[in-house]
């Protein structure tokens, strides 16, 4: 199984390039739709993960998306431009999705 990154940021890309995940940089909803698109017709692929910012300017693509799919999970991701308190809410999301502490 392989994740794949839809971001709005190159440097969270990057990131995440360098543990292995391949991901594009989109900005715009039928972008966003479009990567999907092609996400969803990997059967490799089982996990599409989305920065929130975009989740949040996207949202009506994703939550469709999110409801009419069963595979790939489509999970929403922080990265250092969501907000004030980012180290907090990545920490919250490494201990949610895999239970880990931090």
């Known amino acids: 199984m392989k994740y794949f990154l839809i971001s709005d940021n190159v440097d969270t890309l990057a990131g995440m390039k360098l543990v292995g995940v391949q991901g594009v940089i989109v900005h715009e909803p039928e972008e966003v739709r479009q990567a999907l698109e092609n996400a969803c017709k990997d059967e490799e692929i089982g996990l599409v993960l ?53």
């Not at 009506?60 to 431009?81: G, S």
């Not at 308190?85 to 502490?101: H, M, Q, T, W």
């Open 50 to 102: 989305i920065t929130d910012v975009l989740c949040a300017k996207c949202s009506e693509v994703v939550f469709e998306y999110k409801l009419k799919r069963k595979k790939p999970l489509i999970v929403e991701m922080p990265d250092r431009h969501s907000g004030e308190n980012v180290g907090d809410s990545i920490k919250k999301y490494i201990a949610e999705v895999v239970g880990i502490k931090i």
